[in-house]
């Protein structure tokens, strides 16, 4: 069966949790997990990102995510030191679809409700880049 955008999407949205946009700041402020921002450079130009969110856009997850040579040493860190990755997008379909990527690939992955519009609906701050 052929699947739609959508339908992968509701489908990474089944597998993995969600968190709130005030409980994933905490989390985060407290370094007991990490937010990974997979938007666009354009988007973080246009409306910033959280601070102290580690920034690889989708189309690099895999690589990045990977636990060799070419994975990020923020993810890395996260994954061997047991803590979940947070993660963003404008409004949460590529950050289900990025999840459920991580959660294949042995993280703990969640879904910030909202994406980055619920984060600056919640009044959080963000960092220019």
Known sequence: MTKTAGDLVADARSRVPSIAPDDAHKK?????????????????SAS??????VHVPR???????????????????????GRPVMVLCAS??????????LTDM????????????????AGLETKTV
């Open 28 to 44: 985060a402020a407290s370094g007991a997990a990490l937010i990974l921002d997979v938007r666009e450079p354009g988007e973080l």
């Open 48 to 53: 910033g990102t959280p601070h102290g969110a």
């Open 59 to 81: 189309g690099l997850l895999e690589f990045k995510a990977d636990k060799g040579e070419t994975g990020d040493a923020s993810l890395k860190s996260a994954h061997s030191e």
């Open 92 to 101: 949460g379909g590529r950050a289900a679809l990025t999840a459920a990527t």
């Open 106 to 121: 042995g993280y703990e992955a969640h879904v910030i409700e909202g994406g980055m519009k619920g984060w600056m609906n």
